[in-house]
């Protein structure tokens, strides 16, 4: 009888010790831009450890950012973190940012009083939020960007096809 109960009980407990599957987080991986403005490309990886790493190109520029992201309901919010190379700093999204070129004190820099690298620039993620829709990963505009609210931008799982 107690051999019974002890295969019984170890059945039960083979059974319960099931392992719980994770759900995949529909937003890690590598996304591309969509909109193809020659010659500049750009890119988001999301990785499953909270960070995200973004490059972007052009003919004789780069930009570069790393970060943190995390999930508010339907959505993701990236933000930089802080670097300690020093860098001209661009901001995401912000369309009067050119604008402001001979007004306002630029550039801004990673670091104050240092010398940035040329041609390269740190572009500053602030709780920018993303969602996905379809199979895009869209960009949701902040009022204070003073972007038109036709801007899109978007991101997909592949790259575009140069033409």
Known sequence: MKIRISILILFIGLFSCQKKEIPKNK??????????IVPGKSSIKINAD???DYRGAGCDWTVFSKGKWKIIGDSIELSSTKIDTCYVISPFVDCTFFDRKGKAPLPLLTMQNCEPDQGKSFCLFTKEIFYIKNDS????????SKCSDTLKIMFAKTKKIRR
Do not use: Q, R
């Open 137 to 144: 990963l869209f960009y949701k505009i902040k009022p204070e």
């Open 27 to 36: 937003f890690v991986g590598t996304w591309y831009d969509t909109e193809y």
């Open 50 to 52: 909270s960070t995200f």
